[in-house]
């Protein structure tokens, strides 16, 4: 598995003095990142084939936030390809070991000059070793959004939302979710599929449902059609 460790900042924290559920994923992201620029096969690498990973969906189930200052070491490890997916495990662990928090991600290789999907070349598939899936409870891809929902005000897409890609950066996408629900909900497990790219000044319809024992959040972010660019399932429970 690859790893890096890292330390959490005042700036990765909230009210409470924990990492937030954001910057939990931004970890895992990035750890993505590093792990696929330090064997070659990163953004330069994609940009020459024209290619770009677009995730799918996230599964994140968190044991314990950490606190400001703590020491943590973040890990991933793909494990299996099929076609143009591939998956991706994540784990955030204390240098003693604990497991703070773990995931699941899907992810599909994308042609970004014909906007279709393409199948990992060998390179890839070499530098990529695949490992066994890490033990969990493993969530559907697909999320249900259910029918009573509250629509919430619109707002348009702004720059900082974007990634490289000059699309929503898939933590922004749980950061705008996270605004339609109560502030201290504490989220135990996040769960996101993304189903359309928002671009710059896009409008986004949020709608919100909460189930009957306000235990579980779904947020689908749209747009003016109602179709949704990304379903954000948020539970909480005791950590």
Known sequence: MYTFDSR???????VDGRL?????????????????????LGVEYLNELHQVWMLSAWQICVNRYPRLCEEIVIGTAPYDFRGF?????????????EVLAYANSIWTLMDI????????????????????KYPMEYAPRKIAMPKEGKTLEVFAVKQH??????????GQYVRMA???????????????????QAMLEDIVCPVVAVSEDSAMYTVSLNDEEGKPYSIVEMTGGSL
């Open 113 to 132: 000059r014909k906007m279709l999907p393409a199948r990992p070349s060998e390179r890839m598939l070499e530098g990529y070793v695949l490992e066994e």
């Open 178 to 196: 996270m605004d339609c629900i109560p502030k201290e909900f504490r989220i135990k497990q996040l769960r996101v599929e993304y189903k359309n």
């Open 161 to 170: 939302h974007l990634d490289t890609n000059n699309h929503v950066n898939n």
């Open 20 to 40: 937030t559920i954001e910057s939990l994923l931004d970890y895992f992201q990035d750890c993505s990142t590093f792990h696929s620029e330090d064997i070659g």
């Open 85 to 97: 997916i591939g998956c991706r495990n994540f784990v955030m662990r204390t240098k003693d070991g």
């Open 8 to 14: 959490v900042r005042y700036s990765e924290v909230g």
